[in-house]
């Protein structure tokens, strides 16, 4: 009876061995490019996402010439640091923010008391080619600038837009090849600061053109 307890004892050991060698073996040949990396986007439903979508439409003579619409626009660092008020709220210095007037480099104190002035956002047009990049602070080669009539926004389900509209009445002939939203944080009454900024085909317009430009900024 003894030897019966003794074999399957040992038969169990085997087993056991067998068992691990072929965990660990398994786990050895695991490939790590086959592990999913995190998402960042509102793919699948997971999660939540911002997006930038630009509009244009050039009108003369009454009639829509051109439309164009441009989404995964590039928000600016001064947008980055706009965020930052609204979500630290502290007393906290934000540096390497350039305003428009000098491109000077600016601290930002934190505070949730700051933010976008609706009476003194700017949508501005020029003809620069060189693309956007995240540091820019300006437009290479402004034409045109206007206030924006409006921040509009609109509330539907889990989905939520933000837009930034303004209208110019076109009064020379340019290739319009850049546009970008500026914007004056209350807590800088005298300084302007580029959130967004974006180079497309050019638009040819002429004198008598309307120009409409909107931004759209989606949340989820």
């Known amino acids: 009876m003894?030897?019966?307890?003794?074999?399957?004892?040992?038969?169990?050991?085997?087993?056991?061995?067998?068992a691990v060698y072929s965990t660990l073996h398994s786990v050895s040949e695991i490939n790590i490019t086959n592990i999913d990396e995190?998402?960042?986007?509102?793919?699948?439903?997971?999660?939540?996402?911002?997006?930038?979508?630009?509009?244009?439409e050039n009108e003369r003579n009454g009639e829509i010439v051109h439309r164009m619409v441009k989404d995964d626009d590039l928000s600016l660092r001064?947008?980055?640091?706009l965020w930052l008020t609204m979500i630290k709220g502290t007393d906290v210095e934000v540096a390497d923010v350039y305003r428009i007037t000098d491109g000077v480099q600016t601290g930002i104190l934190l505070h949730t008391s700051y933010?976008?002035?609706?009476?003194?956002?700017?949508i501005r047009i020029g003809t620069g080619t060189t693309g956007a990049t995240y540091i820019d602070w300006k437009?290479?080669?402004?034409?045109?600038?206007?206030k924006v009539e409006a921040i509009g926004y609109s509330v539907a389900g889990l989905e939520m837009?933000?837009?930034?509209?303004?209208t110019f009445n076109i009064l020379g002939s340019y290739a319009i090849t850049e546009a970008g939203v500026s914007t004056i944080y209350d807590a800088f009454s005298n300084t302007e600061f580029l959130i967004f900024r974006d180079t497309f085909s050019a638009i040819n317009v002429i004198s008598g053109d309307i120009l409409t430009v909107e931004y759209i900024i989606m949340f989820n």
Do not use: Q, R
């Open 2 to 18: 003894k030897a019966k307890y003794l074999v399957a004892s040992m038969l169990g050991i085997v087993i056991l061995s067998l």
């Open 161 to 166: 837009n933000c837009t930034f509209t303004a």
């Open 38 to 56: 995190p998402k960042t986007s509102n793919e699948d439903g997971f999660g939540s996402s911002i997006g930038v979508v630009l509009v244009i």
């Open 115 to 122: 933010h976008i002035n609706p009476l003194n956002s700017m």
């Open 139 to 146: 437009l290479e080669t402004e034409v045109y600038t206007d």
């Open 78 to 81: 001064s947008m980055a640091g």
